[in-house]
Nanobody
Framework: QVQVEESGGGLVRIGGSLRLSCSAS????????IRWYRQAPGKQREFVAA???????TAADSVKGRFKVSRDNARGMAYFEINSLKIEDTAVYYC????????????WGQGTQVTASS
């Protein structure tokens, strides 16, 4: 059984930093791309950042310059760090794991709430 779970969300001061974790079990983790998405209230889910199975990193313009993504294949873990948090970073953050070769094989976590507050 495949399980994907995010953790690390919470209430953070504007200008602060946050580290989200994504754990995935039941899969061959190294064969999967890891992508982070977020969904703010009343908005569509949007892509935030990704790290491929080959460690290539991509990100949305909204977080460039203040983010870091990483992965630990041995532990089945991925991480998303963001600093200089803005009010518009408030959203539910989701981890998506997608097989690097099999188009229809992907899994989502339940999401973790991040709230930036003054």
């Amino acid at each position: 059984q495949v399980q994907v779970e995010e953790s690390g969300g919470g209430l953070v001061r504007i200008g602060g930093s946050l580290r989200l974790s994504c754990s995935a079990s039941g899969i061959s983790f190294s064969a999967y791309h890891i992508r982070w998405y977020r969904q703010a209230p009343g908005k569509q889910r949007e892509f935030v950042a990704a790290i491929s199975s080959g460690d290539t990193v991509t990100a949305a313009d909204s977080v460039k310059g203040r983010f870091k993504v990483s992965r630990d294949n041995a532990r089945g873990m991925a991480y998303f760090e963001i600093n200089s948090l803005k009010i518009e970073d408030t959203a539910v953050y989701y981890c998506n794991v997608k097989h690097r070769a099999l188009q229809d094989v992907e899994y989502w976590g339940q999401g973790t709430q991040v709230t930036a507050s003054s």
